[in-house]
C-alpha cells in the first residue's frame, strides 16, 4: 500500500486544517484507515480511525476537536482538525489496518502540522 499525506502547515492556536491521505495499491482487504502523529522526542500515536463502514474512534487528546471521514470511491481518509492547540504540533501520518487488525508496515512522508502564534 502507499500513502500520500498532505494538507500540514502552520496555524494558530485555535485555528483549524484539513488533512487528506491517499491511499492505493493492495487496497482490497482494509478493514480501516487512521491517523497517527509523532511529536519530536515522542512515540508515534494513534490519533482517529474509520472503518470501511464509517464508524470513527477517536482519542481522548483530540475528541470534540477533530474528525474523521473518509471517501471509499477514493480511497481517500481526511482528518478536520478544529481548534487546534500547541501541543497538536506534530508530524501526522496515516495508515491502513487490514482485516487481519495489523496496520501497514509502509508509511507515507507524512505532513508537519505547526500550531504557533
Known amino acids: 500500500v502507499q500513502l500520500v499525506e498532505s494538507g500540514g502547515g502552520l496555524v494558530q492556536p485555535g485555528g483549524s486544517l484539513r488533512l487528506s491521505c491517499a491511499a492505493s495499491?493492495?487496497?482490497?482487504?482494509?478493514?480501516?484507515m487512521g491517523w497517527f502523529r509523532q511529536a519530536p522526542g515522542e512515540q508515534r500515536e494513534l490519533v482517529a480511525t474509520?472503518?470501511?463502514?464509517?464508524?470513527?474512534n477517536y482519542a481522548d487528546s483530540v475528541k470534540g476537536r477533530f474528525t474523521i471521514s473518509r471517501d471509499n470511491t477514493k480511497n481517500t481518509v481526511y482528518l478536520q482538525m478544529n481548534s487546534l492547540k500547541p501541543e497538536d504540533t506534530a508530524v501526522y501520518y496515516c495508515?491502513?489496518?487490514?482485516?487481519?487488525?495489523?496496520?501497514?508496515?509502509?508509511w507515507g512522508q507524512g505532513t508537519q502540522v505547526t500550531v504557533s502564534s
Open positions: 495508515n491502513v489496518r487490514y482485516r487481519s487488525g495489523s496496520w501497514s508496515t509502509n
Open positions: 495499491g493492495s487496497i482490497f482487504s482494509l478493514n480501516a
Open positions: 474509520i472503518t470501511t463502514g464509517g464508524s470513527p
